[in-house]
């Protein structure tokens, strides 16, 4: 929170984030006390592209306001890739895969309900994209 790798003598002049491929989806998922300019409680980001063949190619899941930094769900994004979008309703989602998460105990809400909307959110995201 509020650091960064940047070293003193260096300047950020751009940041590149890479076109997804043409068949992909998208959501962003929010839980706080309104729907914008506030701190959430959890949050997710995810991204799917198909390949030709109709299956997820890739998929990327973050959740952020429950670490220091937003981060992946490496397990159920492997857990996604080969599958179809109707296949993708079936993956599971564990509260194993979010222990790597470190959410804190704020006025917003405790550590172990941002841990639970984390779950949930990254399960909703899964069934937005499959949709």
């Given at each position: 929170n509020r650091r960064t790798v940047r070293r003193p003598d260096e300047l950020v002049t751009a940041i590149l984030v890479p076109m997804p491929a043409t068949d992909s989806r998208a959501t962003f998922l929010k839980l706080g006390a309104r729907a914008y300019l506030v701190i959430s409680i959890a949050m997710v980001a995810a991204v799917i592209e198909l390949g030709s063949d109709g299956r997820i190619a890739s998929?990327?899941?973050?959740?952020?306001?429950?670490?220091?930094?937003?981060?992946?769900v490496p397990a159920v994004e492997a857990r996604l890739v080969g599958r179809t979008l109707a296949e993708a309703m079936d993956v599971t989602v564990d509260p194993a895969d979010v222990a790597h998460l470190t959410p804190i105990d704020d006025v917003r809400a405790p550590a172990t309900y941002r841990r639970e909307a984390a779950l949930v959110l990254v399960r909703r995201a899964i069934a937005e994209l499959a949709r």
């Open positions: 998929a990327r899941l973050v959740v952020g306001a429950c670490s220091e930094v937003p981060m992946r």
